[in-house]
């Protein structure tokens, strides 16, 4: 789950398989319909392990699965709504865990069950660094005080 950053909503991951919704919308201040579901359904199997909004001025979040995708949602023109792209399919070998965006560079942190870490830089559309560990990588944190640095959670 990741609150949006105005604070006013709540988003949460689910399963992607049996066609089911993947993401929804828990809106905070509505008094009718409370929970809305993205209809966009990108990953094509197994949970949605982590979803996290990107920490720059566009508006936008990021979810990896254990189809080891990472997509990037960002809203619609009209702010109505949001549309996913998808980053990456092929970096990983096994489930992404975790993602993250770092703040200096439009940069998005990618860990995997597979001990890899990978930084995908959106400008280029290319993954700008991978490495390797000894064990798997459960969750990725940027650093807020050093933008170079970054935390990853191992198991």
Not at 48 to 64: E, H, K, Q, R, Y
Request: proline content about 4%; charged content about 20%.
């Amino acid at each position: 789950m990741a609150w949006h950053p105005y604070g006013d909503s709540l988003f949460a991951a689910y399963t992607a398989d049996g066609k089911d919704n993947q993401v929804s919308i828990i809106n905070l201040n509505a008094t009718k319909k409370r929970v809305t579901f993205l209809d966009e359904k990108p990953h094509v199997r197994g949970i949605v392990n982590s979803i996290i909004f990107m920490p720059w001025d566009d508006l936008c979040f990021a979810t990896g699965g254990s189809d080891h995708a990472v997509i990037m949602w960002s809203e619609k023109e009209g702010g109505i709504g949001w549309k996913p792209k998808t980053l990456h399919r092929n970096l990983h070998t096994s489930a992404v865990m975790g993602v993250a965006g770092m703040q200096q560079k439009n940069i998005v942190l990618s860990a995997g069950a597979d001990k890899r870490i990978v930084g995908y830089d959106l400008r280029f559309g290319r993954a700008d660094f991978k490495h390797q560990l000894d064990s798997k990588a459960m969750g990725v944190l940027p650093n807020p005080a050093d933008f170079n640095l970054f935390m990853v959670q191992t198991g």
